[in-house]
């Protein structure tokens, strides 16, 4: 007798998560189907969830009812009484991916033991023609069923093949340009699937460069995601503010310009979203991306910045930064879109009469290594930078990039004159 491999626990707090904390279920859903959970009630309920979610309804005991009720099977899965026993299995929503992996490890089990009991019927049925055949598609289903994309030949070639056109119509700029000609230039802007890293030292303006990439992002008709953990949104949107208006910084802050509501009003419409936290670790900052790209199909994510990025696991502030860069260069990947990074620099060049590197950068860990694209924001003048002929306020310059040539360009700060933000000057090679 074989026993069936399932876990009612794991499939009522993955549930029971879901209830108290909607949010969770864009995280769970990576990780489990309908069909992964072993009891058909459960099933229902979760099918029932997704359905209120795809209709951007809240997922919660009122609407959950309803939605059973009018599918005829609130009966079928308990009744009100058991989706308010779902709700007191689990005290937070902490532990629901770990409870969804256990229900998908069961599900993976189950199908193992379907497509043996299959191959034991073809082995014992000797009328069964190209039995290993037969027993070797059962397995290739197994595998179809763990839900891997699996690229042929064909498809890769076609899709370069229309990546060439793409190159040849955009003059080879296929990724979201950052309105500094040198930079995207070298870049092809920046491209999806790419952890872009950007570098600077404390005060020199990281955050209000990486605004404007989110601006020129938004010009171009893209969904920008930003994550601020050192700024309040309020204090995010004074920058664009005057950044979108052109008005000066100290006018917006004193609330001293004309029209302002007609202004505020144009400002509600660009799509830039911003979560403000002091603290996230790489399993929320993963729920918020799923969370934001179900509603609204995010095209670029800000992550400001790496080093106040924070993961539970481990104490170590170069592992904390490990887990968090890694996490995003597989956000990356999986979201196919760009993610830029902002990181800051330890203190100790300021020094040594040079640039800074990426070897200067703050519980460096893994950011060097993970970004397909590095670049360098540089305000503060070493000496011999005008023999260079650097006449600028500073440079923004690719340190790293996968994609072709290093280079940069003259940037100039611009604050006292009118609103604030980086003008581009000449291209260094």
């Known amino acids: 007798m074989i026993n069936i491999p399932y876990n009612e626990e794991a499939e009522q ?9 909607e949010d969770v279920i864009y995280e769970v859903d990576t990780v489990i189907k309908e ?4 009891q058909g009630k459960h099933s229902l309920i979760y099918t029932a969830m997704k359905e209120l979610q795809s209709a951007g309804k809240p997922i919660d005991m009122v609407e959950l009812t309803e939605i059973l009720k009018n599918k005829k099977s609130l009966n079928q899965i308990g009744g009100v009484s058991y989706l308010t026993e779902l709700l007191s299995v689990v005290p937070t929503t902490s532990s629901a991916k770990h409870y ?12 193992l033991i379907r497509g043996g009991q299959q191959i034991i019927e073809i082995a014992e049925d000797e009328a069964t023609p190209n039995p290993l055949n037969k027993a070797g598609s059962i397995f290739n289903k197994l595998e179809d069923d763990t839900g891997l994309e699996v690229k042929t030949p064909e498809y890769i070639v076609d899709e370069y093949v229309k990546n060439y056109y793409d190159r040849r119509e955009s003059k080879g700029i296929t990724g979201i340009t950052c309105g500094f000609d040198s930079i995207d230039h070298n870049t092809k802007g920046f491209q999806e699937g ?14 209000l460069l990486a605004l404007q990439f989110a601006l020129e992002a938004i010009k171009q008709g893209k969904q920008v995601l930003l994550f601020s953990l050192e700024m309040t949104d309020i204090e995010i949107t004074d920058r664009m503010m005057s950044m ?15 029209d302002p509501e007609e202004k505020i009003n144009e400002l509600k419409t660009l799509p830039l979203f911003i979560i403000d936290d002091s603290v996230l670790t790489p399993e929320q900052i ?25 993961s539970n696991t481990h104490k170590d502030e170069v592992q904390k930064i490990t887990d968090v860069s890694r996490e995003l260069k597989k956000i990356a990947g999986e979201f196919r879109m760009p993610v830029i990074a902002l990181s800051q620099f330890s203190r100790g060049w300021e020094k040594q009469n040079r640039h800074p590197s990426l070897s200067d950068l703050r519980w460096s860990g ?13 305000r503060d003048k070493a000496e011999g930078e005008e023999q260079k002929g650097m006449k600028s306020d500073g440079i923004l310059w690719l340190e790293k990039n996968r994609h072709g040539r290093l280079g940069g360009q003259n940037v100039m700060f611009s604050y006292k004159k009118g609103a604030i933000g980086f003008l581009p000057g000449n291209n260094i090679n």
Request: proline share 1%; aromatic share 10%.
């Open 13 to 21: 707090a993955v549930l029971g998560s879901i209830l108290i904390g």
């Open 35 to 38: 069909k992964d959970f072993f």
């Open 100 to 111: 969804a992996e256990i229900v998908k490890e069961k599900s993976e089990r189950r199908n």
């Open 194 to 207: 790419n952890l872009i890293v950007l570098a600077a030292s404390y005060g020199v303006g990281k955050s």
């Open 244 to 258: 979108y208006h052109n008005i000066a910084l100290g006018d917006v802050l004193n609330g001293n310009y004309p």
């Open 286 to 310: 993963r729920t918020y991306t799923n969370a934001y790209n179900r509603k609204y199909g995010i095209d670029m994510i800000i992550f400001d910045y790496l080093q106040l990025g924070s």
């Open 366 to 378: 893994s950011i060097a290594q993970d970004a397909n694209v590095a670049m360098i924001l540089h």
